[in-house]
């Protein structure tokens, strides 16, 4: 279509995803842009699937990147990576804390961290809030790793960091956002699906939702 009355029809972005990155995009379409914003401004947690392969370093810490070394692998174990895993998870929840500014010996503390709601309402490092291995099979492996503030970059190097750790190296080799706040995977449309009726729907599907998050979180 064209013409002038398409030309008012603002449609907008909300957390992006990287070329080398799939899943979750949330777009807004006219009066959604504001509500993208809002959203926003509620420091919803993020969450993804995350691919590893032990046994090479790339430049980019992607399996498609310029191979920088090799390294060997056999000595790693799951009982190993879980124990990194936990740690990582420990000095994200002191952090976690250190930016949400609440006071933990408070009545108002205990009800946020019953509901969920601990979290950094305002700018802060990345921040992962759980990680945790989903299948391991030398040399592969996957994790789950729920988060704030990242960008996919950053999981990327995350999962450098833990073969640095485990006396190895490893490269991402998937990084798929299945949670976006209040969207899942099953909110998202399939380029099959991007017609009208099929955006019509979706936008009807979630409005609860959207204003039930808002409602809960900034009132």
């Known amino acids: 279509v064209r013409g002038p009355r398409f030309r008012r029809l603002k449609i907008g972005a909300g957390h992006r995803l990287d070329v080398k990155a799939s899943g979750v995009f949330v777009l807004g379409i006219g009066h959604g842009n504001k509500l993208l914003t809002d ?55 002191k952090a976690l804390l250190m930016h949400s500014n609440i006071d933990m010996k408070t009545q108002e503390a205990y009800e946020l961290a019953v509901k969920g709601l601990i979290r950094p309402m305002g700018k802060s490092p990345p921040i992962i809030t759980a990680i945790r291995c989903l299948q391991f099979a030398l040399p592969e492996f996957q994790l789950e790793i729920h988060c704030l503030h990242e960008t996919q970059q950053y999981l990327r190097k995350i999962v450098h960091e833990i073969g640095l750790e485990l006396k190895s190296s490893a490269v991402c080799t998937q990084v798929r956002r299945i949670r976006d706040g209040v969207f899942t995977l099953d909110d998202a449309l399939l380029r099959t699906q991007w017609n009208l009726q099929s955006i019509q729907n979706a936008i009807w599907d979630c409005q609860l939702k959207v204003k039930t998050e808002l409602e809960k979180t900034l009132g």
């Open 39 to 93: 959203l926003y401004n509620c420091h919803l947690t993020k969450v993804y699937t995350v691919g590893g392969l032990f046994g090479k370093a790339t430049d980019d810490f992607s399996d498609t990147g310029k191979l920088v070394e090799k390294t060997t692998f056999d000595h790693i174990t799951r009982e190993k990576l879980e124990r990194i895993l936990a740690v990582i998870q420990g000095t994200n929840h």
